[in-house]
């Protein structure tokens, strides 16, 4: 997959937005820190399908490993 760039993209708005801080907390903090690594995942199974397609492959399961990609192209070959 090639890697986007900033013309395959529409334009965005960025706007900022002052916003109380959260009781839940002793420190206020609102949680989000794990928000930009959730695409990831997703996207390096379909890389990984993608590529084993033309062996058969239609289906796969995270987490992904050496084994279970192995078990995956076996499974396929039957």
Known sequence: YAMPRATDFQRIDIEMFE????????IG?????????TGAPPALVLAALAALRPLGVTSLDMPLTRQSLWRAIERAKT
């Open 19 to 26: 916003d109380a801080p959260t009781a839940t907390n002793a």
């Open 29 to 37: 903090a609102k949680g989000c820190g794990e928000a930009g690594a």
